[in-house]
């Protein structure tokens, strides 16, 4: 019997050590963190089971991949609800993680002793992406081999260490077994080992920085961890597996025909969360689309992260009601200047008609004709809205957010037939 109780113990002095024993009574508003770092963790940890039990039936070859998931759905009990589950929980997660970024960003809690979790986060949210594409490649059907013969394509194109990184990925010249069986130890071994990991140091960083961030101004009053936080976390947790079970069972997503490298479907779209990258790479060449450009990006959220802000306005939502103003107009700005310059480049400066070079023409000139535009935009705000280093910070931040999901809705519903504009 006291053996019994040692155990039960045990369990219960585990589950306390992920938590604190009491936690700052602020930080339980839903409006501080909507939850999304806990439901990352719940959807990481659906994943890992339903990821788990899809290896039981998923085949890694090229003969036998799409094979092995049609006898899944047709063959097995529950075998379509558990393909399903773990695409939407894919899927979720990407959204959540994005917007748990969006989160930490506007309410301004990346400063000081919270960079370093940032840059943690920022590694989290590339190995979220990785391991949603290399699970794209696993069906194994005509959307999963087109989708890597263009990345390993556009990746080739990089001058210098593009044809080794594009042969790396592909495990070979070409796409093919090799490239599907390291897609599959990635996507099972590898890339989640590397998030669990990441994840344990992310949230021992929380907890090592006394909890989430909250404005100096708000209460320090402590409530007791059990049941304060812990029926939040439950609820939630049930909310959300209710959500992608749901989801999954009304909408089980579906394969296209089995990969076959004879047949190049009319119109190959990205993965959803690719599509911006897509667009982009319609005009402005690859060096600048997927090297230049999301390096710079990186570099500047970790300089912003690293510069110095009032400590009264750390944990302040959008910093200040000006800061708020700059954001708005900034979001309806970048839509505008992207979605002009879309028409623009679409309709009346067709790159394939003149005879400059191209680093000129699908670079240079429409990256200026980018920057030129939200440069002065940028300065229309230090000058005239007197917006101090930080409000700058997130109305920039805002510019490239929104010119992203532009060109993604772009390619997503206004492009086909070639990838010609569509209306
Ligand atoms: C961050 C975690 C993960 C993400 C984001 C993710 C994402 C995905 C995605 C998007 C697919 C394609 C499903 C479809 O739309 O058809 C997939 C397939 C697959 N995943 Fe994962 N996955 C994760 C973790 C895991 C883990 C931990 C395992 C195994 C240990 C796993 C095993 C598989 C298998 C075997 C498939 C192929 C079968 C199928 O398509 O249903 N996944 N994954
Ligand atoms: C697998 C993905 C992730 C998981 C499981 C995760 C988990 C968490 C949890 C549980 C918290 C505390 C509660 C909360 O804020 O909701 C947190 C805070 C934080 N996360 Fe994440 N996170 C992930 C991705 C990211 C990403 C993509 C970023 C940003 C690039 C990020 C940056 C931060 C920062 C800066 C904090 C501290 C916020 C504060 O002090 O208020 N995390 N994360």
Not at 308 to 315: F, L
């Amino acid at each position: 019997m006291a053996q019994k109780n040692n155990r039960k113990n045990v369990v219960i002095e585990f589950l306390l050590h992920l938590h604190p024993i009491s936690v700052k009574k602020d930080s339980l508003k839903f409006s501080r963190t909507f939850g999304l770092g806990g439901i990352n963790i719940l959807l990481f940890l659906i994943l890992v089971s339903t990821g788990t039990l899809l290896r039981f039936s998923y085949i890694p070859t090229q003969q036998n991949a799409y094979d092995s998931i049609v006898n899944l759905q047709k063959l097995t009990y529950f075998g379509t609800l558990l393909h399903a589950t773990h695409h939407w929980s894919a899927m979720i997660f990407l959204v959540t993680s994005f917007l748990h970024f969006v989160r930490v960003i506007y309410s301004n809690s990346i400063y000081y002793e919270r960079s370093k979790n940032f840059y943690y986060g920022l590694v989290l949210f590339a190995l979220v992406l990785s391991s949603n594409f290399t699970g794209y490649a696993l069906p194994w059907d005509q959307l999963s081999y087109w989708a890597i013969t263009i990345l390993t394509n556009t990746i080739k194109m990089l001058p210098l260490i593009g044809a080794p990184i594009a042969k790396f990925i592909a495990g070979g010249s070409k796409v093919g077994a090799n490239t599907l069986f390291f897609f599959y130890n990635l996507h099972t071994a590898v890339l989640p080992l590397t998030i669990f990991i990441f994840i344990v140091i992310h949230i021992w960083l929380v907890r090592a920085n006394s909890g989430v961030t909250l404005p100096a101004k708000e209460s320090t009053e402590k409530v007791k961890t059990s049941p304060e936080l812990t029926s939040r976390e439950l609820l939630a947790a049930l909310s959300v597996l209710a959500f992608v079970l749901l989801l999954a069972f009304f909408f089980p997503p579906h394969l296209l025909g089995k990969a076959s490298p004879a047949i190049t479907p009319a119109d190959i779209k990205a993965p959803w969360y690719f599509s911006g990258v897509q667009e982009m790479l319609l005009n402005v060449h690859p060096i600048f689309t997927i090297f230049l450009t999301p390096i710079t990006i990186l570099l500047y959220l970790i300089y912003v992260s690293r510069t110095k802000i009032e400590q009264e306005k750390i944990g302040v939502w959008f910093y200040s009601d000006k800061g708020k103003q700059a954001i708005v107009y900034s979001a309806a700005f970048a839509a505008l200047l992207s979605f002009t310059l879309i028409l623009i480049f679409e309709y009346l400066f067709n790159a394939d008609n003149t005879s400059l070079p191209v680093l000129l023409v699908n670079g240079i000139i429409p990256l200026l004709a980018y920057l030129l535009p939200a440069g002065g935009f940028v300065f229309y705000l230090l000058r005239f809205k007197k917006t101090n280093k930080t409000e700058t910070a997130l109305a920039i931040i805002t510019m490239i957010l929104t010119s992203y999901i532009t060109m993604g809705l772009t390619t997503t519903f206004l492009r086909a037939n070639g990838m010609r504009l569509i209306f």
